[in-house]
Each structure stands twice: as structure tokens, then as C-alpha cells.
């Protein structure tokens, strides 16, 4: 029996969420991500949470989880609830893996990249009977629930190998931090989401996270990929390549540039008024299905702060 998650929200509402990782300042491939989602759950009439994947703290820079509320706000996107910090959830994340252990469901791996790579890249549940000690060595989930495909909102229909469908994945690393694909399920069945709306460089893992909702028995959301901001094809806009941080203090020009991104340009006589304004607007125009469908979407930046969208890539 695993724990009891929060069932305080209403059953059947919509519940969406952003995700940042606070590890730098906003970018503009980011605002993409929380603009779509925001846009998708106030035209449902839904609720749209924030969420602070902070579990990764080697990563995460101090003040970054402040400065990304801030500039949220700048730009009118002002969430429900209480924002949830993921390094405040630990008891939560293991209560649930002391409960998958207990189910004889986890076990311990001692396999480096280095060897993975040697041995092809792909994790081969070479572990899986080896029957080590926790001490110094990953926690890793036995697959029950291999998913080999599943259906994307905007992508369509998406394919695994088998390989990738049947690897028994990390769930709680050898530094002894609770694994993304662990913490972002828990969380997601704790916060009774509805709907995910993120960018496609989540695309592939999303089929790890449909397979371990069935094993703790929770409801997978429905989930819609956008198209990703790259710099060149297969180079995506993250904090990682140092994507430059958008402006809070004149958030018109970037919200204008990112409606463009998702197939809705501003008026021109627009683009001038008040953030409220201007996202009014596009409630009024969007629609999740008139998304662009392709995987990335080339940008280029220019010095007048200008964004252009080219080399359509699928």
C-alpha cells in the first residue's frame, strides 16, 4: 500500500503546472514553456500551479527561485496557490521508495556512465540480480509498467524501443538525491495534475513517468510537448548553454516574441499596452491545438531585442 497523497482538490478540475529549475534566471525558451501552460489552463478554467524542482541542488544558484517568481509576475503570469519547493518534500519522496522497496520493486546499481557507455549507453538491468548494498551505489525501479508508446496532445503518437521502455531507471542517486523521474510523478499525483504542457526535450522521458504513475497506482495526466526554442537544430535555449535571462523590467517585447513562437502574433497595435492586456488577448485567441507541431523551432536574437523564428525543424 503506498502513501496516501493529497486529496484535497476537487475531482475532475483542471490542474496544470510549471516546473522551473531554479538554476539561473528565466530564459526565453522558458517563457515559452510557461506561457503555453498558463494559456492552456485559464482557457479551461483551470488552476495553474508553480512548482520549484530544486531537488537537484548541486545545480540550483542561490536567489534564482525568488528572481523567477519576480519575473513570473512581470510578465502576468501569477499562479494559484502556494509555489512548492521540492527540497522541502523529502519525507514525502521517501516514504514513497521505502514503500517500493518494501515491495521488493527497487535495488541497488553500481554502474557509471563510463561503463554504460562501454556497454552501448543503455542501462541493461545488468544490476538487477547482483544483489549489492545500498552504501555508495544508486537506487534503481524495477520496470513493471514498460511503455512503448503513448499519444502527445500536440506530437502525436510517440515510440520507444524496447530497450529504452524496459530499463530499470535511477530513483535515487548515489549522492544520495531523489531522482527527477521519481519526484516529478510524486508530485504530480500529490497535486492532482491534470494536464502537462512542456517543452519537447521532455518528450521521450514522459513515457518513463506514464509507467511508474500506473506502479503507484496514480492517474497520468495529459500531456502536450510544445515546440522547443533552439539556437541551432538540436542546441536548445536553456541556463545550461547560458541563454540570456529575459527583461523584467520591459516584459512587452519578449511576451509579444513568444506568442509569435506559438502561432499568435500581437497585433501590432497591441503590443504597446499593459502585460494584462496583452494576455488577455491571447486568452482569447489560443488554442492548444492551433500550437505548431514541430519538435524544435529554430530563434534568433537580435541586438534590438528583436526574435526571429526560422529554420522549422520536425
Request: proline share 5%; with cysteine; charged share 20%.
Amino acid at each position: 500500500m503506498l502513501p496516501q497523497f493529497n486529496s484535497d482538490y476537487l475531482s475532475g478540475s483542471y490542474r496544470g503546472r510549471f516546473a522551473p529549475s531554479p538554476s539561473g534566471a528565466l530564459h526565453f525558451g522558458s517563457l515559452i514553456a510557461a506561457l503555453a501552460s498558463y494559456l492552456d489552463a485559464k482557457v479551461n478554467q483551470g488552476q495553474w500551479l508553480v512548482r520549484m524542482e530544486d531537488i537537484d541542488t548541486p545545480r540550483v544558484v542561490a536567489g534564482a527561485a525568488d528572481d523567477i517568481l519576480r519575473t513570473l509576475e512581470a510578465y502576468g503570469l501569477h499562479w494559484d496557490g502556494e509555489v512548492v519547493y521540492q527540497s522541502q518534500r523529502h519525507d514525502l519522496y521517501q516514504d514513497v521508495l521505502a514503500q517500493l522497496s518494501k515491495a521488493d520493486l527497487t535495488y541497488p546499481c553500481s554502474c557509471t556512465r563510463k561503463a554504460l557507455k562501454q556497454r552501448g549507453g543503455t542501462y541493461d538491468n545488468h544490476c538487477r540480480t547482483r544483489q549489492l548494498t545500498t552504501e555508495g551505489n544508486a537506487l534503481r525501479l524495477i520496470q513493471t509498467q514498460p511503455v512503448y508508446a503513448f499519444t502527445d496532445l500536440l506530437q502525436g503518437e510517440v515510440k520507444l524501443n524496447a530497450a529504452q521502455a524496459e530499463e530499470d531507471y535511477i530513483v535515487k542517486r548515489r549522492d544520495g538525491l531523489f531522482a527527477y523521474q521519481l519526484v516529478v510523478v510524486v508530485d504530480d499525483i500529490d497535486q492532482q495534475i491534470t494536464r502537462v504542457v512542456r517543452g519537447a526535450d521532455l518528450l521521450e522521458p514522459t513515457a518513463r513517468q506514464i509507467g511508474l504513475f500506473r506502479q503507484l497506482s496514480g492517474a497520468a495526466p495529459d500531456y502536450a510537448h510544445v515546440s522547443l526554442a533552439v539556437a541551432q537544430p538540436g542546441f536548445k535555449l536553456s541556463k545550461q548553454n547560458h541563454a540570456p535571462a529575459i527583461d523584467n523590467t520591459r516584459p512587452q517585447p519578449a511576451l509579444c516574441a513568444a506568442l509569435g513562437f506559438l502561432g499568435l502574433p500581437v497585433p501590432a497595435e497591441l503590443q504597446q499596452d499593459s502585460v494584462a492586456q496583452i494576455l488577455r488577448w491571447a486568452q482569447q485567441h489560443f488554442s492548444l491545438q492551433a500550437l505548431p507541431r514541430h519538435r524544435e523551432i529554430q530563434v534568433s536574437l537580435h541586438q534590438d531585442g528583436h526574435y526571429d523564428f526560422t529554420g522549422l525543424t520536425a
